[in-house]
C-alpha cells in the first residue's frame, strides 16, 4: 500500500508545480488498513521558508489564520452553558487564532450576551432560504439578528442522521454566504467508503457541492470531519488528516482557484481533545479545528485553541 502511494506521489501527475505552497513532506507513516492509492494530488514538498507568514506561524501550507471552533451539538442547559461561558471568559487564547462556539439554537442569545467579543458565534444549522413558514427551522437572518457570524453546514450528523444532501447543503450554503454569514462547510467519509478506497471520492463529491453553489469561498471554512471519527474517541492520526488536507487543498487549487487554494481553512474534526490537538496542528494543511465533545470544557477548548503555538515551534 506505502510502496504504491509513494510511487503515485513521486509520479508527480500534477501539471506545474504549485506556487501557493512551496514545497513541503509526504505523509510519512500510512495506515495500511486505507486504501489510498488511486488517487494522491500532493507532490513532494517540504517547508519552504518562503512560506513562513509575517505574523510567525510556520508550518502552514495555506496562508489563513488557525481557526478553532468548538461545536455544542444537542448540549447543554442555561447553568451548565453559564458555567462554560465563565471558563471561556476567563481563559486565555492565543491571539492569532479565530475562535468560534456553535451554541444550540434555544441558548445563542445567553451566549451572546455573556461571551466575552473575543469568541465569535455560528448557528449549527440554518435554513435554505429566507425564513418563513418552515416550522422548526431556524433562519440565517434570525441568526444573524442574534449576533451569529457564522453557521456550520453538512455537518455529518445533519448529513447522515437527519438525511441532507450535497445539493441541498451547497444551497444552504449559498444562501447564508449571500446574507454574510461564514460557513463551516463539512465534508468527511465513513469508514466503509474509507476501506473501500472511497475517501477522495465521496469527500471531493461533497466539495464540488459546494463549490457548485457558492459565489465566493471568501467567507467558507471547510472542515473535514471523518465520520467514523465524530464521537468515537477515535481520532485520525495526523497523517491521516494531512493527507486528505493536502488532497482537498489541491482539489480547490485545480477546481476553484489557487488563490482560494491558499487563503482557505482546512480544518480537522473528530475526537480532537486537548491531548492531541498538538500534534495534529503541527501537519502543514491542519489550519485548526472544529471540535465537538472537548469543547464543552472551556480549559480544554482553550489547550486546543492554544495548540497554534505548535505550528511556530515546528520550523
Ligand atoms: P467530536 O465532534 O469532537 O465530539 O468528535 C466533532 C464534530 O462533530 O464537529
Redesign the pocket.
Known amino acids: 500500500m506505502a510502496t504504491s502511494l509513494t510511487a503515485h506521489i513521486s509520479g508527480g501527475t500534477q501539471p506545474s508545480a504549485p506556487s501557493f505552497s512551496g514545497l513541503r513532506r509526504i505523509c510519512p507513516n500510512l495506515d495500511a488498513a486505507v486504501s489510498f492509492s488511486h488517487r494522491v494530488y500532493s507532490s513532494t514538498r517540504l517547508v519552504s521558508s518562503s512560506r513562513r507568514s509575517p505574523r510567525g506561524v510556520v508550518a502552514m501550507a495555506g496562508s489563513g489564520k488557525f481557526f478553532v471552533g468548538g461545536?455544542w451539538k444537542c448540549n447543554g442547559t442555561k447553568d451548565s452553558i453559564a458555567k462554560l461561558i465563565s471558563d471561556l471568559n476567563a481563559a486565555t487564547l492565543e491571539a492569532d487564532v479565530d475562535v468560534v462556539v456553535s451554541p444550540p439554537f434555544v441558548y445563542i442569545d445567553q451566549v451572546k450576551s455573556s461571551l466575552t467579543d473575543r469568541i465569535e458565534i455560528s448557528g449549527q444549522n440554518s435554513w435554505v432560504g429566507k425564513g418563513g413558514a418552515f416550522t422548526g427551522e431556524i433562519s440565517v437572518e434570525q441568526l444573524k439578528d442574534l449576533g451569529c457570524k457564522w453557521v456550520i453546514l453538512g455537518?455529518s450528523e445533519r448529513r447522515h442522521v437527519i438525511g441532507e444532501k450535497n445539493e441541498f447543503i451547497g444551497k444552504k450554503a449559498a444562501y447564508a454566504l449571500s446574507e454574510g454569514l461564514g460557513v463551516i462547510a463539512c465534508i468527511g467519509e465513513k469508514l466503509e467508503e474509507r476501506e473501500a478506497g472511497k475517501t477522495f471520492d465521496v469527500c471531493f463529491e461533497q466539495l464540488k457541492a459546494f463549490a457548485d453553489a457558492v459565489p465566493s469561498w471568501d467567507n467558507v471554512v471547510v472542515a473535514y470531519?471523518p465520520v467514523w471519527?465524530?464521537?468515537t474517541g477515535k481520532v485520525a492520526s495526523p497523517q491521516q488528516a494531512q493527507e486528505v488536507h493536502v488532497a482537498v487543498r489541491d482539489w480547490l487549487k485545480k477546481n476553484v482557484s489557487e488563490e482560494v487554494a491558499s487563503k482557505t481553512r482546512i480544518i480537522y474534526?473528530?475526537?480532537?481533545n486537548g491531548g492531541n490537538s498538538a500534534e495534529l496542528a503541527k501537519e502543514e494543511d491542519i489550519d485548526g479545528f472544529?471540535?465537538?465533545?472537548?469543547s464543552l470544557k472551556g480549559p480544554e477548548f482553550a489547550t486546543i485553541v492554544n495548540s497554534v503555538t505548535s505550528k511556530k515551534v515546528a520550523a
Open positions: 461545536n455537518h470531519e471519527a465524530i464521537g474534526g473528530g475526537s480532537v472544529l471540535v465537538g465533545g472537548a
